[in-house]
């Protein structure tokens, strides 16, 4: 998004030939955004969430404890690898560095939840050899008459996810970078509406860790986002979470949901895409919103807990 803007501006000023686009909206679904705030929510997810399920045992959780916080250990590592990445972002030295740190916190942080428990890393609440997900949405988008009315190239295979590109990100060490919490920053002083959504069951992209990030993000109203109290998020009349929200600023947590909130709440998740892009408050959708930073938004019913 970033890079979108960059390029805007030199367009702008004559500096490069293209076409402006005109970036109003970021969403971001159960995102991993900032290692060095998100792997520390690993071990307290595994005890203290929403559900009360402790998928692990104290001396599995313990290591994960450790493992963070150790020397050379994972925030260790990520700090190293950040240190690299601000003298030469490209050089292969650092590539590698935040490759090792990307492998540490998964590996030893992450991790044991996948080898010591039989829960789903996408849902807490479902067994480890449960689908992921459905898998009638894949159909539909191989079908030859969803791709012709979506423009796509008819020899293109639709997956919902791919180990190579996995493999990639994780070779390059991007999930060890710094800068993702100055990106939102930057976005959301320059009028952009961000909205992070979250599912209340998903370990691997849990809510802990979104709203740490949230939290942690600086811009000219984050004072003001933080101070916002959380308030329901209705749809329907039916409340299905609760969110913080400031201006252009929102964060959602939707309760019953893991990794993929429009597979298990797809009227919530729908409906919180309309409100986004139609520039609506997320609670309620009942009140314009202004991708201006500086508009308020304290809804009338604040709570603090489901």
């Excluded at 202004?290 to 304290?298: A, D, R």
């Amino acid at each position: 998004m970033n890079y979108f803007h960059a390029e805007n501006e030199l367009i702008r000023a004559g500096q490069k030939d293209g076409v402006l686009l005109n970036i109003r909206t970021l969403g971001i679904g159960n995102g991993i955004i900032d290692a060095a705030l998100q792997f520390p929510m690993y071990p307290n997810f595994t005890v203290n969430n929403t559900y009360g399920i402790q998928p692990l045992d104290d001396q599995v959780v313990s290591y994960m404890k450790f493992a963070l916080t150790m020397y050379n250990g994972c925030l260790d590592q990520i700090y190293r690898c950040r240190q690299a990445y601000d003298s030469d972002s490209d050089s292969i030295e650092t590539r590698a560095l935040c490759s090792r740190a990307a492998n540490m916190c998964r590996d030893n942080v992450e991790g044991p939840y996948y080898e010591y428990s039989d829960r789903s890393m996408y849902d807490i609440r479902k067994s480890s050899r449960d689908p992921a997900y459905p898998d009638f949405f894949v159909k539909y988008l191989n079908l030859p008459s969803t791709q012709e009315a979506l423009g796509v190239d008819l020899y293109f295979r639709y997956e919902p996810s791919s180990n190579k590109v996995y493999s990639a990100f994780q070779l390059s060490g991007d999930y060890a970078y710094p800068g993702f919490l100055e990106d939102l920053g930057f976005l959301l002083d320059r009028r952009v509406r961000v909205v992070l959504t979250y599912g209340d069951a998903d370990y691997i992209g849990n809510w802990f860790g979104g709203e740490a990030v949230s939290l942690a993000v600086n811009y000219s109203q984050a004072t003001l986002f933080r101070s916002s109290p959380y308030v329901r998020l209705n749809v329907d009349g039916v409340d299905h979470g609760i969110v913080r929200e400031y201006g252009n600023f929102s964060f959602a947590l939707v309760y019953d949901a893991g990794h993929m909130v429009p597979i298990d709440k797809p009227d919530v998740a729908l409906e919180v895409f309309r409100r986004s892009i139609l520039g609506l408050d997320i609670a309620t959708g009942l009140e314009s919103v202004s991708n201006q930073t500086g508009v308020p938004l304290v809804p009338d019913d604040p709570i603090t807990s489901r």
